[in-house]
């Protein structure tokens, strides 16, 4: 038995980063785990400066997510300040060194977006975190800074309703959570995958691995490194002999 803190996640639009290169920020399907970290974070009060919090939530969350509907794909772009490209100018390492530049220019940045995604997240903690489950639980009820799902655009439309739970299993604890009322119907004949980082008490036989790129590094230079996530799409065994 272990114990879990399960929430939802609902908005009419998120944004999960993924990999991004030049003019193009793509979303993924399904949250991310710097997104995840960076909601727990905000709801503790911890300031995105403060890397030595930040890494002890980091090392300390682990999580599980039950997709249930990825939501539409969606498009849109915005103007985003940049230095003229300068062969001789010296190299630029962080978004502000960009903007103390002395002349400034103009591009089209495209952002992506998920229309209406709904999935349920469990969370579990390493022996030894500072923090418990209730007072997680007690944090995303009462949070500290304002909570949004990536991007300041995305603000929650339902309360994440986070409850603590004791199962065998990760799955368990993601299929027992009772999802609100109002959102039953994002539920209703859904075929939901499930995310998860690699662990023994999953529950579930992987359909396969793949390594995502949300790993956060430091917050404040905006760095991750790739890490595993195991998969598991409807239709397979879902058991996993314990």
Not at 56 to 78: V, W
Not at 156 to 172: D, F, G, H, I, T
Request: hydrophobic fraction near 35%; proline fraction near 5%; charged fraction near 20%.
């Amino acid at each position: 038995m272990r114990d879990y803190l399960v929430f939802q996640l609902y908005a009419p639009l998120a944004s999960w980063g993924d990999q991004a290169v030049g003019q193009v920020r793509p979303s993924a399907d399904h949250p991310s785990r710097s997104a995840l970290l960076g909601l727990m974070a905000a709801a503790l009060g911890i300031d995105r400066a403060d890397e030595q919090q930040q890494l002890q939530l980091n090392e300390s969350c682990h999580f599980g997510i039950k997709l249930y509907t990825p939501g539409l794909a969606m498009r849109d772009f915005h103007t985003a300040q940049v230095p003229p490209s300068n062969k001789k100018t010296k190299h630029l390492y962080t978004r502000r060194d960009e903007l103390n530049e002395a002349k400034i220019g103009t591009i089209l940045s495209f952002r992506s977006y998920r229309q209406d995604s709904f999935s349920v997240v469990a969370l579990w903690l390493e022996a030894g975190c500072k923090h418990t489950l209730p007072e997680l639980s007690q944090a995303l009820s009462q949070p500290h800074y304002h909570l949004y799902l990536g991007r300041k655009a995305c603000p929650l439309a339902v309360p994440l309703n986070s409850m603590l739970a004791r199962c065998e299993s990760m799955k368990q604890a993601l299929d027992n959570y009772l999802v609100a009322t109002e959102l039953t119907s994002l539920v209703a004949k859904q075929q939901p995958r499930y995310y998860w980082e690699p662990n023994d008490h999953s529950g579930l036989k992987e359909t396969f691995r793949t390594s995502r790129y949300d790993q956060p590094i430091s917050r404040q230079r905006w760095q991750f490194a790739s890490r595993d996530e195991a998969v598991f799409l409807a239709g397979e065994d879902q058991h996993v002999s314990q």
